[in-house]
């Protein structure tokens, strides 16, 4: 069971192989229950029951192939439109198939008026995906390219679930259009990952000082949902209470558009919430573990996926390191969380961007805090303000400010970062700090 996460890069495979570990599963979940090991049979059936839930959709390696030449026709946008350069880049599906395109031009100022999941009809000119994207769009289950010529103005909205999801987004970035723009395009990405419209400096000062997670909607924005949420569920009864988070997961997994890492955040608190309806007592490594193995499962070309992994590393660092962390920074919460998180993701940073800002020891305490408000009070008043709309602009203004300091703490921790060399150097130093309280704790 334990190989089939790592045969992922085996398109042709997976349909068989995916069922294979349905196989395995339903093996494992008998056996535990003919031993009376009832708490792993509860998880080997969930995990069993995830699986053989998600259809054949992944089987498209090897079924379908993209269409070569002529392919006009109504194609499901998959990706929310991003311009990119003088364009407007999407993911749509054509008869099954998902295709990238770039479009130029009219056309692309249609496009990208559109939200994932609306219909269109396009005339455009189809083929194989080849060159060194190639391994990049089959990750991301993308079989072709779509050279597109025309897109239709008139358009379907598609399921009424999507309708309502890009309704929502729609009104809460409306909400806030009392903000500037580049304060309601961080808003947008702090409250439901949608960073379309930061301007570049943005995302590489982000980036630059340790905080780029910050827009990736993930464990903490799933918590702060919650959190938001825990004087309503507390005054139910668990059978409701259950039902209420598992709706509320899952609605906030569409909103925020199924990105790896907030899937691996949904799943894990679905299993929690389900551990406190059976009164289990699991603790975070196996439930991360368990939710690891189910979404590979599911969908293997997470094994790499660069989202998914430093999610999944961030929240192992924080499970195995946080505890002898903090004794080690004397309580201090955020710098030991911080901490954990880096050595979990270490691994994929270094080899994927070529270093850990240091600067983020200092940006997270800053930031954490005040993007932690935002993500929580923030989504509920944009809907107030977009009800409400003689409310807007106060409400743009409140929000504005906490938005305004962490963009602000971003923009100094990125100026003031050490590059290179000087950023491993105060690395060393404080791996040297923390063995040095390590011997004095000792």
């Known amino acids: 069971m334990w190989g089939c996460t790592l045969v992922g890069g085996n398109l042709e495979g997976i ?26 049979s509860v998880w080997s059936i969930m995990l069993f029951c995830a699986v ?41 599906q054509l008869h099954g198939v998902r295709y990238r395109a770039i479009v130029h031009g009219v056309a692309g100022r249609r496009l990208s008026q559109r939200l994932a999941g609306e219909r269109v009809f396009i005339t455009a000119i189809c083929s194989a995906s080849s060159g060194q994207y190639a391994r990049v769009d089959a990750i991301n289950h993308v ?8 897109v239709s103005e008139d358009f379907a909205e598609g399921s009424p679930v999507v309708r309502a999801a890009n309704r929502m987004r729609r009104a809460i970035a409306h909400g806030v259009r009392g903000m500037s723009d580049d304060l309601r395009s961080l808003f947008t990405g702090l409250v ?21 997670h910050l827009c990736a909607v993930s464990g903490q924005n799933v918590a702060y949902l919650l959190a938001a949420m825990s004087p309503l569920l507390k005054r139910m009864n668990p059978l409701w209470r259950w ?72 929240t192992a660092g924080l499970a195995w390191c946080s505890a002898p962390l903090s004794k080690l920074v004397k309580g201090r919460g955020v710098l ?21 800002p240091v600067i983020s020891l200092l940006a997270n305490p800053l930031a954490l805090g005040i993007a932690g408000m935002v993500m929580m009070i923030g989504l509920p008043l944009a809907l107030i303000a977009y009800a409400f709309p003689f409310s807007a602009s106060i409400i743009s203004v409140v929000l504005s400010v906490p938005v305004w300091f ?37």
């Open 192 to 212: 439901m990952g949608d960073d379309r419209n930061q301007s570049r400096d943005m995302l590489q000062n982000f980036r630059e000082s340790g905080l780029s």
């Open 243 to 314: 039902c209420v988070v598992m709706f509320l997961l899952g609605w906030f997994v569409l909103l925020t558009r199924a990105e790896p890492s907030v899937l691996r955040a949904a799943f894990m608190a679905s299993l929690v919430a389900t551990n406190a309806l059976l009164k289990f007592s699991l603790n975070a490594r196996t439930v991360l573990g368990a939710t690891v193995i189910a979404l590979l499962i599911i969908d293997p070309m997470l094994a790499w996926s660069v989202g998914f992994a430093l999610s999944v590393g961030a």
């Open 406 to 442: 962490v963009n602000e703490v971003a923009v100094v921790c990125a100026l003031v970062s050490p590059r290179g060399l000087g950023n491993w150097l105060l690395w060393l130093v404080v791996l040297l700090i923390l063995l040095k309280r390590r011997q004095q704790h000792g």
């Open 336 to 356: 030991a969380a911080t901490l954990s998180a880096q050595v979990g993701t270490f691994p994929v940073s270094w080899w994927v961007f070529g270093g850990v």
């Open 15 to 40: 349909h068989h192989i995916r069922w294979m570990c349905v196989v395995s599963l339903g093996v494992w979940g008998v056996r535990n229950v003919m031993r009376r090991s009832w708490r792993i």
């Open 52 to 92: 053989g839930m998600s259809s054949g959709s992944w089987a498209w390696g090897g079924v379908k192939t993209p269409v070569e030449g002529e392919c006009s026709g109504v194609v499901t946008l998959k990706t929310d439109p991003t311009w990119v350069g003088y364009g407007t880049g999407v993911v749509v």
């Open 143 to 150: 079989l072709g390219r779509m050279n597109v010529s025309e």
